[in-house]
């Protein structure tokens, strides 16, 4: 992690920690946990689309930073 983030920042991007709990078998599109994961593919039963299960994961960890940025920044300025 240090590695990545030194490499990171000397380039400009932002780096933080999110917990990746959950993020694998939650479906990036409508948010449901009835999902089925085989291999690489993850299939949602509740809005029928089908992930790469690391896209969708990649995605599920980006909202969880920008969902937690937005409470902290609303937390801010109440």
């Known amino acids: ?3 990545t983030a030194y490499k990171a920042k ?3 991007v932002l780096v933080a920690l999110v ?7 939650r479906c990036s599109l409508c948010g449901s946990l009835d999902t089925l994961r ?3 593919i993850l ?3 509740n809005c029928g689309t089908v992930h790469n ?3 969708n994961a990649a995605i599920n960890i980006g909202m969880a930073w920008f969902i937690r940025e ?3 920044l609303r937390q ?3």
């Open 19 to 25: 917990s990746p709990n959950g993020t694998s078998t």
């Open 70 to 72: 937005e409470k902290r």
């Open 38 to 40: 085989t291999g690489n």
């Open 10 to 12: 000397a380039r400009g």
């Open 1 to 3: 992690m240090k590695y």
């Open 53 to 55: 299960s690391h896209v």
């Open 76 to 78: 801010k300025t109440a």
């Open 43 to 45: 299939a949602c039963r």
